[in-house]
């Protein structure tokens, strides 16, 4: 029987495909999968250089037979994330995704499970801080799972922010307002949202309110710092999306843990407080959680867009490659010995 061809899935395509409730609910079954043992994660790889990073992340769905990787590199000027789904008994290419847009809904829609299962269910005000392209997603993801009645919003450029609280209030119908600072922004607020690229706290323990929520999703390699690591000592639950990979790349947890020799058993992944049905403890000070980014997410967004394509007959079908003979005819010998 003919294998199906590979998909390729335009990154207009795959907006249209997937909104904020889908992403939600796919990673939702995706991390109950991960407690179970059913999708397990890729290490995260990265490099680094002046100007930018190149980035590897991937998992497997045993569940499904599912295996997926994602690669991008990211600049100041942009980046161009695609998502591979694999057929995991056969090796065979499922689909290509361009993954910009799926990459927001992953990002922002983890931390909305954060958000339900951390925040008050009375939270109603929200501060986020930076403006960028994952900005608004997270204020949408946000506002899914609590009954935000305001929002402000804070970022070094203050047309910018302007402008963002005016798109914030359009877009998602709830009031907005550009904050002078992040001590203002943060101000009695019930979720902070962190999504910057910066590289030196601007976050203290003394500028977030007892009962808050806090998302921080911006610094992903070990240059970038959005919060003080003292922030994580107030924290009566700290979560994370990937233990591993806050150990290796998160310059805030490694502060924090490494003075004085703190234990990391402190540090929970999401899976496993959605898995044993976890809400925020009563009277907590504060939570935390912290994204890195990971596999089982990309996959858990990659793989709902795929099946509605599938469903709907969209994406353009690529031949699968066939394999060529290697040519091995005109080896030569250099007079050192070496082969070429």
Not at 72 to 99: C, H, I, K, Y
Not at 105 to 128: N, P
Not at 155 to 181: N, W
Request: glycine share 8%; aromatic share 4%; charged share 20%.
């Amino acid at each position: 029987m003919t294998s199906p061809p590979c998909l390729w899935i335009s990154e207009a395509e795959a907006a249209s495909l997937v909104d904020m409730d889908a992403a939600i609910g796919a990673l939702d079954e995706a991390l109950r999968l991960e407690a179970a043992g059913d999708a397990v994660n890729m290490t995260k790889t990265h490099t680094a250089w002046p100007g930018g990073s190149l980035h590897a992340i991937g998992a497997t769905l045993r569940r499904d037979g599912i295996a997926v990787t994602k690669t991008w590199v990211n600049t100041p000027r942009g980046s161009t994330p695609l998502v591979l789904l694999f057929d995991a008994a056969a090796g065979r290419l499922l689909a290509v995704l361009e993954a910009f847009a799926l990459g927001q809904l992953r990002t922002s829609g983890i931390a909305g499970i954060a958000t339900r299962v951390l925040a008050r269910e009375d939270a109603r005000t929200f501060a986020i801080i930076g403006t960028g392209e994952q900005a608004l997603p997270q204020a949408a993801a946000v506002a899914a799972v609590r009954p935000i009645t305001s929002i402000r919003v804070f970022s070094r450029d203050a047309a910018r922010r302007e402008a963002f609280a005016r798109r914030v209030a359009e877009t998602l119908g709830i009031e907005a307002s550009a904050a002078p600072s992040v001590a203002e922004a943060v101000r009695g607020a019930d979720v902070v949202t962190l999504v910057t690229r910066a590289t030196q706290p601007f976050l203290t323990p003394a500028m977030v309110g007892r009962g808050a929520h806090v998302n921080a999703v911006g610094a992903i390699t070990p240059e970038r710092s959005e919060f003080d690591p003292a922030l994580l000592a107030r924290c009566a639950v700290t979560a994370v999306d990937n233990v591993a990979q806050v150990q290796a790349l998160s310059s805030e947890f490694v502060t924090h843990f490494k003075a004085g020799g703190r234990d990391w058993s402190a540090v929970t992944p999401l899976s496993a407080l959605l898995a044993r049905g976890a809400t925020r403890p009563k009277d907590a000070d504060l939570t935390l959680f912290k994204a890195m980014g990971m596999g089982i997410s990309d996959l858990a967004v990659g793989l709902r867009c795929y099946r509605t394509a599938v469903e709907r007959g969209i994406g353009r079908p690529v031949p699968h490659p066939e394999r060529a003979a290697l040519r091995l005819d005109r080896i030569e010998k250099t007079p050192g010995g070496v082969t070429r």
